[in-house]
């Protein structure tokens, strides 16, 4: 065993955990943070998609030991547990971006990297392309590709209304 | 309409646990003690299975438990079934084998698992399972269907000689033959329906519990029918009896058929649960569901179809062996004989079919129902022989179409169904509007002009859903009914809990149903919850699979709101001192016709509890009604949907540019849900038609045993959707629903063949038509340069 720290959704954790622990497993079952899934074994659908640092990580991927002082967000932790929903939360209820809610977590982290990445004004083809690392068997991406390019530009509005305030 | 009303596209009201991560899915539940299991698969396609030797593993730390078939059938725990009975044409039963849940003596597949090790932590029982020893005797495997019957095949099950599970035949073989010698011309194709692998994001898994107090099992599973699995898992398997046996389906995150069926896993973890006396939970990976979820479609069928010189059709006769892999699972003799050959007739006036099914084991995973199960591999035939056939003759598919409608209805077709109502022509004039077929050729010449290979393709497809009349299944060899129960419970307050037997798994039932029970009873639907899943709170349903929960288990919602609304009326005349026949029900008020007295349905609900103005001895205090509704007809939902491709011939990839879908479901409760289905249906069949395929090599390996091999679509393989509907109600169901679920993948893989095959001159293509297939059969068929032609 292993002692690991590191800030989870805003909250300094220190886990003890056997050097294989992934860390998908120690947030799933160390923490019991259960929105992050496990859909595949090999990297391949993105359900377990967190934020390290910021950026998208396939959490089926990384070592928990890995990740000593770094900032993990899952889906848990990307609105404030009494606030309202992220603005791409929101988009993807809104524009009906999901069927089973398996892929969901991982498809909207995955969309706020993008934002971060390639800006608020999204287009069909960037999304789609963007996407290569999630799977979705329910929407047939139609409607997710909506919300994502509705969740995009609701972060931008979101934004500007931080600003003024 | 009202805002929350049927028809309205309410946002869905179980999103929120969904994008907040607080859904509850099997793995994410958790019993205290539990344990892991870890199977052991054969890694042979065919083997005996000569020893095993689990005294290593089972000294490995944290084992509790290594357990092999040996030991199951000591326990007397029984073989899993297939529930539907089909009898070959010389009358003798289908040859169902012993599929026990861990394999002995014999492995039949690679991943039949031999044996399962239980330990404190996953990771402990993965590494034991690497101290099992079996020796294997390796025997020669048999894979493709098409050889499965030929003499000195290896021969899979005793039971089976020459491993045919059934040969089975339906319309009149005489009357066939009589419509092909009249016909001045005869379209003839071969096709694969390629084995697909459903892959739903979810992997299946399972939590077993077992009370030694109280005898009594807890399951939480993956499943679509929850109580179906309590039946098999108790009546057949014999793990406990019905009343101590409960299942729980929580949040199953996607199922497309692959989840209705009973397997080895879930009763292996009953049982070890109580081997152990802990709760024992398996969760499986995606390499293991790759292996043993069970796999659709498989069909080789050479199919002819017989024409007048007008192309009118006379006649159609198929031959189709199906592959149903080693074991039969639940349903797996029904999808390729009564839900595929009775839909040969499509959209039209056919006079004569004739059908033969063989169905096959081979040494590969069971196949069982995928998404429209057996209705999409008869679509593809149908819709693919008129093209074809349309081509050959020179004449406009879309009039081939026209001319060989069904128009008149009820119609009766030579294969059992009998269509209720429909208007093929609408859906197909408005798809061809939306699609703007008159602009396809100037768009083909464009396209020509970027060296771009432009084709379109349609298809007018037709399912038979709702399953569906229990007589008429019974009378066709299904082993249960096939009717759906609902039970509406009204609180004191007016809040109401709605009890469904249907199961679900992405369709929004939470909503859908929600929005029947608000228009009926005008509550806000926020007051309304369903409940479903838990075979503790629901007495007894049959789950979801088969588009059947609108069209079977609102219908049984609609029936018990009949028994409530009547009651409340009941209630309602002792508060209003008013004749039950004044009384009506509107936007949530109970009043009296023609004058300003009324009751809100919160004050019927609290006074059908208090009992203060009623003399409880002539109406029963409280207010809960149920409903068991069998269907009097399936539902036939048809539509259009038109594909437009560009082929690159330099490369053979293909790009869809445009879907056009106009479908008739008859009544639309949400059309955003149902514009959902459709979508996430459409991707999936585009999915089969360019490029999902499970190949297995020729010793039963598969070699497309994971998402690296197996091309599932991704965002950029689909285009966006154009979808559309048109209306005629369904006459043999309260709602007028006809169903949604599974028309998207039924209609589309003809829909893409027929686009790539007018774009590329040749219909030499099989699916999936990968670039590396499009590109060959250019090459073969001399037409890879567009600017040459």
Request: hydrophobic share 40%; charged share 20%; with cysteine.
């Given at each position: 065993?292993?002692?690991?720290?590191?800030?989870?959704?805003?909250?300094?954790?220190?886990?003890?955990?056997?050097?294989?622990?992934?860390?998908?497993?120690?947030?799933?079952?160390?923490?019991?943070?259960?929105?992050?899934?496990?859909?595949?074994?090999?990297?391949?659908?993105?359900?377990?998609?967190?934020?390290?640092?910021?950026?998208?990580?396939?959490?089926?991927?990384?070592?928990?030991?890995?990740?000593?002082?770094?900032?993990?967000?899952?889906?848990?932790?990307?609105?404030?547990?009494?606030?309202?929903?992220?603005?791409?939360?929101?988009?993807?209820?809104e524009n009906h971006g999901l069927q089973c809610g398996y892929c969901t977590p991982g498809m909207i982290l995955t969309a706020v990297d993008i934002?971060?990445?390639?800006?608020?004004?999204?287009?069909?083809?960037?999304?789609?392309?963007?996407?290569?690392?999630?799977?979705?068997?329910?929407?047939?991406?139609?409607?997710?590709?909506?919300?994502?390019?509705?969740?995009?530009?609701?972060?931008?509005?979101?934004?500007?209304?931080?600003?003024?305030? | 309409?009202?805002?929350?009303?049927?028809?309205?596209?309410?946002?869905?009201?179980?999103?929120?646990?969904?994008?907040?991560?607080?859904?509850?899915?099997?793995?994410?539940?958790?019993?205290?003690?539990?344990?892991?299991?870890?199977?052991?698969?054969?890694?042979?396609?065919?083997?005996?299975?000569?020893?095993?030797?689990?005294?290593?593993?089972?000294?490995?730390?944290?084992?509790?438990?290594?357990?092999?078939?040996?030991?199951?059938?000591?326990?007397?725990?029984?073989?899993?079934?297939?529930?539907?009975?089909?009898?070959?044409?010389?009358?003798?039963?289908?040859?169902?084998?012993?599929?026990?849940?861990?394999?002995?003596?014999?492995?039949?597949?690679?991943?039949?698992?031999?044996?399962?090790?239980?330990?404190?932590?996953?990771?402990?029982?993965?590494?034991?399972?690497?101290?099992?020893?079996?020796?294997?005797?390796?025997?020669?495997?048999?894979?493709?269907?098409?050889?499965?019957?030929?003499?000195?095949?290896?021969?899979?099950?005793?039971?089976?000689?020459?491993?045919?599970?059934?040969?089975?035949?339906?319309?009149?073989?005489?009357?066939?033959?009589?419509?092909?010698?009249?016909?001045?011309?005869?379209?003839?194709?071969?096709?694969?329906?390629?084995?697909?692998?459903?892959?739903?994001?979810?992997?299946?898994?399972?939590?077993?519990?077992?009370?030694?107090?109280?005898?009594?099992?807890?399951?939480?599973?993956?499943?679509?029918?929850?109580?179906?699995?309590?039946?098999?898992?108790?009546?057949?398997?014999?793990?406990?009896?019905?009343?101590?046996?409960?299942?729980?389906?929580?949040?199953?995150?996607?199922?497309?058929?692959?989840?209705?069926?009973?397997?080895?896993?879930?009763?292996?973890?009953?049982?070890?649960?109580?081997?152990?006396?802990?709760?024992?939970?398996?969760?499986?990976?995606?390499?293991?569901?790759?292996?043993?979820?069970?796999?659709?479609?498989?069909?080789?069928?050479?199919?002819?179809?017989?024409?007048?010189?007008?192309?009118?059709?006379?006649?159609?006769?198929?031959?189709?062996?199906?592959?149903?892999?080693?074991?039969?699972?639940?349903?797996?003799?029904?999808?390729?004989?009564?839900?595929?050959?009775?839909?040969?007739?499509?959209?039209?006036?056919?006079?004569?079919?004739?059908?033969?099914?063989?169905?096959?084991?081979?040494?590969?995973?069971?196949?069982?129902?995928?998404?429209?199960?057996?209705?999409?591999?008869?679509?593809?035939?149908?819709?693919?022989?008129?093209?074809?056939?349309?081509?050959?003759?020179?004449?406009?598919?879309?009039?081939?179409?026209?001319?060989?409608?069904?128009?008149?209805?009820?119609?009766?077709?030579p294969v059992v169904f009998a269509y209720d109502a429909g208007d093929y022509d609408a859906s197909l004039k408005k798809a061809l509007e939306l699609?703007?077929?008159?602009?396809?050729?100037?768009?083909?010449?464009?396209?020509?002009?970027?060296?771009?290979?432009?084709?379109?393709?349609?298809?007018?497809?037709?399912?038979?859903?709702?399953?569906?009349?229990?007589?008429?299944?019974?009378?066709?060899?299904?082993?249960?009914?096939?009717?759906?129960?609902?039970?509406?419970?009204?609180?004191?307050?007016?809040?109401?809990?709605?009890?469904?037997?249907?199961?679900?798994?992405?369709?929004?039932?939470?909503?859908?149903?929600?929005?029947?029970?608000?228009?009926?009873?005008?509550?806000?639907?926020?007051?309304?919850?369903?409940?479903?899943?838990?075979?503790?709170?629901?007495?007894?349903?049959?789950?979801?699979?088969?588009?059947?929960?609108?069209?079977?288990?609102?219908?049984?919602?609609?029936?018990?709101?009949?028994?409530?609304?009547?009651?409340?009326?009941?209630?309602?005349?002792?508060?209003?001192?008013?004749?039950?026949?004044?009384?009506?029900?509107?936007?949530?008020?109970?009043?009296?016709?023609?004058?300003?007295?009324?009751?809100?349905?919160?004050?019927?609900?609290?006074?059908?509890?208090?009992?203060?103005?009623?003399?409880?001895?002539?109406?029963?205090?409280?207010?809960?009604?149920?409903?068991?509704?069998?269907?009097?007809?399936?539902?036939?939902?048809?539509?259009?949907?038109?594909?437009?491709?560009?082929?690159?011939?330099?490369?053979?990839?293909?790009?869809?540019?445009?879907?056009?879908?106009?479908?008739?479901?008859?009544?639309?409760?949400?059309?955003?849900?149902?514009?959902?289905?459709?979508?996430?249906?459409?991707?999936?069949?585009?999915?089969?038609?360019?490029?999902?395929?499970?190949?297995?090599?020729?010793?039963?390996?598969?070699?497309?045993?994971?998402?690296?091999?197996?091309?599932?679509?991704?965002?950029?393989?689909?285009?966006?959707?154009?979808?559309?509907?048109?209306?005629?109600?369904?006459?043999?169901?309260?709602?007028?629903?006809?169903?949604?679920?599974?028309?998207?993948?039924?209609?589309?893989?003809?829909?893409?063949?027929?686009?790539?095959?007018?774009?590329?001159?040749?219909?030499?293509?099989?699916?999936?038509?990968?670039?590396?297939?499009?590109?060959?059969?250019?090459?073969?068929?001399?037409?890879?340069?567009?600017?040459?032609?």
């Amino acid at each position: 065993m292993a002692a690991v720290s590191l800030k989870v959704n805003g909250k300094s954790v220190t886990a003890d955990v056997d050097p294989r622990t992934l860390l998908v497993q120690l947030l799933r079952e160390n923490l019991r943070l259960t929105g992050t899934h496990v859909g595949c074994d090999t990297s391949q659908c993105g359900a377990c998609v967190v934020l390290v640092n910021g950026k998208a990580v396939k959490s089926c991927t990384v070592l928990a030991l890995q990740l000593e002082g770094a900032e993990v967000l899952s889906i848990e932790g990307l609105a404030p547990a009494d606030g309202p929903l992220h603005p791409m939360q929101e988009a993807f209820r809104e524009n009906h971006g999901l069927q089973c809610g398996y892929c969901t977590p991982g498809m909207i982290l995955t969309a706020v990297d993008i934002v971060r990445r390639k800006g608020n004004d999204l287009d069909d083809k960037t999304i789609r392309e963007e996407l290569e690392g999630n799977i979705c068997r329910c929407t047939g991406y139609h409607n997710i590709v909506k919300a994502i390019a509705a969740g995009a530009r609701a972060m931008t509005s979101g934004a500007a209304a931080n600003a003024a305030e | 309409m009202s805002a929350t009303g049927i028809g309205a596209a309410v946002r869905r009201k179980e999103d929120h646990r969904f994008i907040t991560g607080k859904g509850h899915y099997t793995d994410d539940i958790s019993r205290p003690g539990q344990t892991y299991a870890y199977f052991l698969r054969s890694p042979h396609a065919h083997a005996t299975i000569k020893s095993i030797d689990a005294k290593a593993a089972s000294l490995m730390p944290g084992v509790l438990a290594v357990l092999t078939g040996a030991e199951l059938a000591a326990d007397k725990i029984g073989s899993l079934i297939c529930g539907w009975m089909i009898h070959s044409k010389d009358g003798s039963p289908m040859k169902m084998a012993p599929h026990p849940a861990l394999a002995h003596g014999k492995a039949n597949h690679v991943g039949d698992p031999v044996a399962v090790v239980i330990a404190e932590t996953l990771a402990q029982a993965r590494d034991a399972a690497e101290k099992v020893k079996v020796d294997y005797g390796v025997l020669p495997a048999i894979v493709d269907p098409a050889q499965a019957q030929r003499q000195g095949a290896p021969q899979i099950h005793e039971i089976a000689p020459n491993n045919t599970i059934y040969q089975w035949t339906i319309g009149d073989a005489n009357g066939t033959d009589a419509a092909f010698k009249s016909a001045t011309h005869v379209t003839k194709l071969d096709i694969v329906n390629n084995r697909l692998i459903p892959n739903a994001i979810e992997p299946r898994a399972a939590l077993a519990d077992y009370d030694s107090g109280t005898e009594a099992f807890t399951l939480w599973n993956t499943s679509q029918n929850p109580h179906v699995a309590r039946l098999v898992i108790s009546a057949f398997i014999g793990m406990a009896p019905e009343n101590k046996l409960r299942v729980i389906a929580p949040d199953v995150g996607g199922g497309f058929g692959s989840k209705i069926f009973i397997y080895p896993e879930e009763v292996v973890a009953l049982w070890a649960s109580k081997k152990v006396g802990r709760p024992v939970k398996w969760v499986s990976d995606r390499s293991e569901a790759f292996l043993v979820d069970a796999h659709g479609r498989d069909h080789v069928t050479h199919a002819e179809m017989a024409l007048d010189t007008a192309g009118k059709i006379l006649g159609l006769r198929v031959k189709t062996i199906a592959n149903l892999g080693a074991y039969m699972q639940v349903f797996s003799s029904a999808v390729p004989t009564y839900l595929y050959a009775t839909l040969l007739s499509g959209q039209y006036q056919i006079p004569q079919i004739f059908c033969e099914v063989d169905a096959v084991y081979t040494n590969t995973n069971s196949v069982d129902a995928y998404r429209g199960a057996g209705r999409p591999e008869a679509t593809f035939v149908v819709e693919r022989l008129m093209e074809v056939a349309a081509r050959e003759l020179g004449i406009d598919p879309v009039e081939m179409r026209r001319k060989n409608f069904i128009k008149i209805f009820p119609h009766q077709t030579p294969v059992v169904f009998a269509y209720d109502a429909g208007d093929y022509d609408a859906s197909l004039k408005k798809a061809l509007e939306l699609a703007d077929y008159k602009g396809f050729a100037k768009r083909k010449r464009d396209a020509a002009r970027n060296g771009k290979l432009r084709g379109i393709g349609i298809s007018t497809y037709i399912e038979a859903c709702g399953l569906a009349p229990s007589q008429a299944v019974g009378s066709l060899g299904g082993g249960v009914g096939q009717w759906e129960s609902c039970e509406v419970r009204v609180n004191p307050t007016g809040s109401i809990e709605v009890l469904t037997g249907s199961h679900a798994h992405g369709q929004g039932h939470e909503t859908t149903f929600a929005q029947v029970v608000s228009d009926r009873l005008g509550v806000p639907i926020e007051s309304v919850s369903i409940v479903h899943g838990d075979t503790d709170k629901v007495q007894f349903g049959m789950g979801t699979y088969g588009s059947r929960s609108g069209a079977v288990g609102m219908s049984a919602l609609v029936k018990a709101l009949d028994k409530i609304e009547a009651k409340a009326k009941k209630v309602a005349t002792y508060l209003l001192e008013a004749a039950e026949t004044d009384i009506e029900l509107k936007n949530g008020q109970f009043s009296v016709t023609g004058t300003d007295k009324s009751v809100p349905w919160a004050g019927v609900a609290l006074n059908a509890y208090t009992a203060h103005k009623f003399p409880g001895q002539e109406l029963e205090p409280g207010l809960k009604e149920t409903s068991f509704y069998d269907p009097t007809n399936f539902t036939f939902p048809a539509g259009c949907h038109i594909c437009e491709v560009e082929v690159d011939p330099e490369t053979g990839s293909t790009e869809i540019v445009a879907w056009t879908a106009v479908d008739d479901f008859g009544v639309v409760i949400n059309p955003m849900i149902v514009e959902g289905q459709i979508h996430g249906g459409v991707a999936q069949g585009i999915g089969q038609a360019m490029c999902e395929a499970a190949v297995y090599d020729k010793d039963g390996q598969l070699v497309t045993g994971s998402l690296m091999d197996y091309c599932l679509p991704r965002a950029d393989h689909v285009p966006a959707f154009k979808v559309d509907t048109t209306m005629t109600r369904c006459p043999s169901n309260p709602l007028g629903i006809k169903g949604c679920g599974e028309a998207g993948a039924i209609a589309s893989p003809p829909a893409v063949i027929n686009a790539i095959t007018d774009a590329i001159g040749t219909e030499a293509i099989a699916m999936p038509a990968t670039p590396s297939a499009v590109w060959a059969a250019l090459q073969k068929s001399g037409r890879a340069m567009p600017h040459a032609a």
